[in-house]
Structures are given as C-alpha cells and as structure tokens.
C-alpha cells in the first residue's frame, strides 16, 4: 500500500501528503488499514505532522466511530497543554467529534478532568488585550474559542460538576 509507505516516511513533506490524502478520500477500509500509522504520527514531535494527522484521524474517527478511544488516550492528557494553534485547533476538533459519538461514554470521565484547563485557557483568550496573527476584528482567536466552548459543552452534559 503506498499511502502506509509513505505514512512511514522519514520525510515529513511526504508523510504530510499522505496524511491530506487520508484526511481527503478515505473510505471506512483505508480508515482501518492506516489507523496505526496515524495514531503514531498524532504523537509526532513535528507540530505540522501533529496537526495533518489529527485531521487525517477526525476522518479515520469520522468513517469508523469505534477508534475514538485510540485517539483520545493519546490526545486526551496533554490536550490543552499543547503551544501551536494549529496543532492545538485540529486536536480539539478530533477530541469534539469523538464526544458526538456513540462511543464517548467509555473516555468521558477522563476528559472531565481537562475542564478546569479548557476555562482557564477560555478566560485567557478572552480576557487577552494583546493582538495575535489569530485575532479577528478585535476577538482574540474565535475558532479556538469556539472549539473551546463546544467541548465544554460536550463533556458537561449530564455532569453537574463540570
């Protein structure tokens, strides 16, 4: 299979096009057949390849719901601690989709613990007077923000706590 070679890579260039190619196209048979090769490039210290491989797995997630828990052990401890806005935008997408599945109930109680995180790093973007490259007339990183929120939102339900 030439998108797992090229997964496999040393080249990153060549490991992110695969990793578009799987974001792209895969069907629910190449979801399963690189489902390996992805979760190992979601730990990837190249923030680039992180970000390619967290949206090659929200499709992975997407056509095959049942490895939501594969991702989200990995992202799901460091998931807000993560410095790059891409990397960090992409993760929260892939976590957000995982919780809309049918299969959230089995990693929910682990992420409740990233709350107390998810409000502070909210309170920062908003509370936050200087000017980044994300900003938007004036709102400091409305994406994340938004992204912020409907995880919020999704793992409170039902947890008076959270």
Do not use: W
């Amino acid at each position: 299979n030439h998108i797992k070679r090229d997964l496999a890579d040393s080249n990153p260039y060549i490991q992110s096009l695969a990793l578009d190619t799987v974001a792209n196209i895969s069907g629910e048979d190449m979801a399963r057949d690189v489902l390996h090769e992805v979760q190992q490039l979601v730990d990837s210290t190249n923030v680039y390849i992180k970000k390619k491989a967290c949206l090659a797995a929200l499709r992975i997630v997407k056509k095959a719901p049942e490895h939501c828990e594969t991702f989200t052990d990995r992202l799901g401890k460091d998931l807000l601690t993560e410095r790059n806005h891409g990397a960090l935008l992409a993760s929260l997408s892939l976590i957000n989709e995982c919780l809309r599945s049918e299969y959230a109930s089995s990693f929910l109680g682990a992420l409740r613990g990233q709350v107390p995180a998810a409000v502070r790093l909210l309170k920062q973007l908003v509370l936050s007077s200087k000017m980044s490259d994300n900003d938007v007339n004036g709102v400091s990183d409305p994406f994340l923000q938004v992204r912020l929120l409907q995880f919020l939102r999704l793992v409170g339900m039902g947890d008076r706590a959270s």
